[in-house]
């Protein structure tokens, strides 16, 4: 079974800044992969990014990318130069054993 | 292709009423999932299918019922709904369960 814990309900950021979502998680599976999903207002999820447990490289997607601390058990995403764009629900996720189980989320304010 | 439908969009329940959710998939995918999103949070694990003909419970299978009987169709079926049911239904599919889920657009119950 997994268990993912994101901390901060809420994070604003300046327009074009960086800003870095935490996300821990926990498993009893050797093999997993973690995820970023984007829910902005219409509700649609949206993939953001992947990461393969086993490997050490961090993923990157253009100005996303994450920090992933396995020994830590330890996920975050680092969004850089913010765009209005980016305003949404941002949830963590852990998929082992066929089950993607998902964070409390944070929603993410851009300002301009 | 459409992606993952999910129909209706809307609807309200009297309490006792029931009902079914109904979701498509055209990618020809195996891996098929029912999620449930109350207000602020993330999203719960209802049911999930691994391809036709098998099912399994997720975190909160209570008060649901699930079939598969085509690889394209996941229905979820509420019986004697509760306000407690009263949330946003999204259901996904996958391809493997290591890969991107791809979501509907939900459908919003309130049970009244």
């Known amino acids: 079974a997994q268990t993912v814990t994101q901390s901060q309900p809420e994070m604003s950021v300046q327009e074009a800044e960086t800003v870095t979502l935490s996300c821990t998680y926990d498993t009893s599976e050797s093999d997993y992969y973690l995820f970023w999903y984007k829910q902005p207002p219409s509700r649609q999820m949206i993939l953001v990014i992947r990461?393969?447990?086993?490997?050490?490289q961090n993923a990157t997607e253009n100005r996303f990318s994450v920090n992933f601390q396995k020994a830590a058990k330890s996920f975050s995403l680092k969004i850089s130069d913010s765009q209005l764009g980016d305003a949404a629900m941002y949830f963590c996720g852990c998929v082992g054993a066929q089950k993607l189980v998902f964070g409390q989320g944070t929603r993410l304010t851009i300002n301009p | 292709n459409a992606g993952v439908t999910q129909t209706p969009k809307f609807r309200i329940l009297k309490i006792g009423q029931s009902m079914t959710l109904q979701c498509t998939q055209d990618m020809n995918h195996n891996y098929m999932y029912w999620y449930r999103q109350d207000p602020g949070m993330g999203l719960k694990l209802i049911y999930y299918s691994v391809g036709a003909g098998i099912t399994d419970k997720g975190e909160v299978p209570n008060g649901y019922n699930v079939s598969r009987s085509t690889t394209e169709d996941f229905p979820l079926r509420l019986e004697l709904a509760a306000p407690s049911q009263t949330s946003v239904y999204f259901c996904a599919s996958t391809i493997t369960t290591y890969n991107e889920q791809f979501f509907g657009p939900g459908t919003r119950l309130t049970v009244l």
């Open positions: 990461q393969e447990a086993y490997k050490q």
